[in-house]
């Protein structure tokens, strides 16, 4: 069973992060974390999680995760 999928747009090693903006038709993340051995990604889950007020654990990297458009897909509960 696949859940909505979201597209960001992540900005890692941002001084403004964790943050995240609401766009037209996609999410910008703006995380601390740099883009090596996964700790943007791991940045990126924790701040839409907190956005989006659900568990990481219902959040995955379905497409992109070695790219700064993501797409992510939210798992139903």
């Known amino acids: ?19 995240v903006e609401e766009a037209d038709d996609h999410l910008i993340v703006y995380v601390k974390e740099k883009a090596i051995d996964g700790k943007a990604n791991q940045g990126v889950i924790k701040a839409l999680s907190e956005h989006l007020g659900i568990a990481p654990s219902r959040l995955i990297v379905v497409g992109g995760a070695a790219a ?8 139903p509960a």
């Open 1 to 19: 069973m696949s859940g909505e999928k979201i597209t960001v747009h992540v900005k890692p090693g941002s001084t403004r992060g964790p943050l």
């Open 68 to 75: 700064r458009i993501k797409r992510i897909e939210i798992r």
